[in-house]
């Protein structure tokens, strides 16, 4: 039985994923924190793996003490600052504890990351479109970026791509991470899509991948939890864990 501590339980993901725990026999729910709630309890019930699912300030707030008091830290929460992520990595290297730093719990868009840095080795001007709903707070997503990134890495920084061409309207060609050219749309009709275009003289490809409903994140939660011991001090993405 793993002993899980939900930190943003009231929120949108963690009510999905308290639904969803209902279901997982060998997860039981140890122990909750809301970020107006004092931390110290919330430690003093040693689980064996914390979840984030709250706010960037939650995470400047309580994470680094998490990680000190040694318990394994799976974020899946955005906003924090770079000083904490940089206090965070400091910390699972001294202590050995276990740190995930996870932009998408999504399965299947981490699969299209890994597919899209694999088909970018052979193939030219990856761009990336993202749509999402209209209360998404940030664009790019992180998601976007953090495949540009992966693409990028692929590739050792050099990504052939389209910018050699003027614009007549300025950022049509999208902005540019890491070389890789990113749209973002907004619209009543998204919660949250991402579509990866390649090319090559006479073919194009397309990896996209689509959320229609927040359940889609649940199972990669759960697979962060069985498979944190996997992690070696502070990884970002799932797909570092991910075997596929």
Same mark, same amino acid.
Do not use: W
């Given at each position: 039985?793993?002993?899980?501590?939900?930190?943003?339980?009231?929120?949108r993901m963690g009510s999905a994923l308290r639904e969803h725990l209902a279901g997982e026999?060998?997860?039981?729910?140890?122990?909750?924190?809301?970020?107006?709630?004092?931390?110290?309890?919330?430690?003093?019930?040693?689980?064996?793996?914390?979840?984030? &699912?709250?706010?960037?300030? *939650?995470?400047?707030? +309580? !994470?680094? #003490? @998490?990680?000190?008091?040694?318990?394994?830290?799976?974020?899946?929460?955005?906003?924090?600052?770079a000083a904490t992520l940089k206090r965070l990595g400091?910390?699972?290297?001294?202590?050995?504890?276990?740190?995930?730093?996870?932009?998408?719990?999504?399965?299947?868009?981490?699969?299209?990351?890994?597919?899209?840095?694999?088909?970018?080795?052979?193939?030219?001007?990856?761009?990336?479109?993202?749509?999402?709903?209209?209360?998404?707070?940030?664009?790019?997503?992180?998601?976007?970026?953090?495949?540009?990134?992966?693409?990028?890495?692929?590739?050792?920084?050099?990504?052939?791509?389209?910018?050699?061409?003027?614009?007549? &309207?300025?950022?049509?060609? *999208?902005?540019?991470? +890491? !070389?890789? #050219? @990113?749209?973002?749309?907004?619209?009543?009709?998204?919660?949250?899509?991402?579509?990866?275009?390649?090319?090559?003289?006479?073919?194009?490809?397309?990896?996209?991948?689509?959320?229609?409903?927040?359940?889609?994140?649940?199972?990669?939660?759960?697979?962060?939890?069985?498979?944190?011991?996997?992690?070696?001090?502070?990884?970002?993405?799932?797909?570092?864990?991910?075997?596929?």
């Amino acid at each position: 039985m793993i002993k899980l501590g939900l930190i943003g339980s009231a929120g949108r993901m963690g009510s999905a994923l308290r639904e969803h725990l209902a279901g997982e026999p060998e997860i039981a729910l140890a122990a909750t924190l809301e970020v107006d709630q004092p931390l110290d309890a919330f430690i003093a019930l040693r689980p064996d793996v914390a979840v984030d &699912l709250s706010l960037g300030r *939650g995470v400047d707030a +309580h !994470g680094p #003490a @998490i990680v000190e008091a040694g318990i394994p830290y799976i974020v899946g929460a955005t906003g924090y600052s770079a000083a904490t992520l940089k206090r965070l990595g400091e910390l699972a290297e001294r202590t050995g504890t276990a740190v995930l730093i996870v932009p998408n719990f999504s399965l299947g868009a981490n699969l299209m990351i890994k597919f899209a840095a694999a088909a970018a080795r052979l193939m030219h001007t990856p761009v990336i479109t993202e749509r999402h709903h209209l209360g998404k707070a940030d664009a790019p997503s992180g998601t976007a970026r953090f495949t540009a990134q992966r693409i990028a890495e692929a590739l050792s920084g050099d990504v052939p791509h389209s910018r050699k061409y003027d614009e007549t &309207l300025h950022g049509v060609l *999208g902005g540019s991470e +890491h !070389g890789v #050219a @990113i749209h973002s749309l907004r619209g009543e009709g998204y919660l949250a899509e991402q579509e990866v275009r390649l090319s090559l003289p006479g073919e194009s490809l397309s990896i996209e991948h689509r959320s229609i409903d927040r359940r889609c994140f649940m199972p990669g939660i759960v697979y962060a939890i069985r498979n944190i011991s996997k992690v070696r001090g502070l990884q970002i993405g799932l797909d570092t864990i991910l075997e596929a």
